[in-house]
Nanobody, 131 residues
Framework: QVQLVESGGGSVQAGGSLRLSCVASGYTYSRYCMGWFRQAPGKEREGVAVIGNGGSTSYTESVKGRFTLSLDKTKNTLYLQMNSLKPEDTGRYYC?????????????????????????WGQGAQVTVSS
């Protein structure tokens, strides 16, 4: 079993910054994807940024140049640095992890972008950006 615990959400004004953290514990996979997904009220959940455990990343177009995803394997922690926040970034941000079959190459960011891969989810962290 895998547990994911998010922290770092909050309320900021447009142009501000926040950093989300997600600590993973439990079963360790040799190949996996991790990422952040968000859901705004009345909207479907969307992928924000994902990473394969080899370091390859993928970002949704609307956050490119503003958000930075990083993975600290020594701490089993995924970070999302969010700068230049906009009101449309408001939503609940969920950390997710996808355990993959052990054989094969390390997954690319593009491969990890598919939400259907993910079978472990955190409780979410609220991010609110006011104008």
């Amino acid at each position: 079993q895998v547990q994911l615990v998010e922290s770092g959400g909050g309320s900021v004004q447009a142009g501000g910054s926040l950093r989300l953290s997600c600590v993973a514990s439990g079963y360790t996979y040799s190949r996996y994807c991790m990422g952040w997904f968000r859901q705004a009220p009345g909207k479907e959940r969307e992928g924000v940024a994902v990473i394969g455990n080899g370091g390859s990343t993928s970002y949704t177009e609307s956050v490119k140049g503003r958000f930075t995803l990083s993975l600290d394997k020594t701490k089993n922690t995924l970070y999302l640095q969010m700068n230049s926040l906009k009101p449309e970034d408001t939503g609940r941000y969920y950390c997710a992890k996808a355990g993959l079959q052990p054989l094969g190459r390390l997954p690319s960011g593009d491969y990890c972008a598919s939400a259907q891969l993910y079978d472990h989810w955190g409780q979410g962290a609220q991010v609110t950006v006011s104008s």
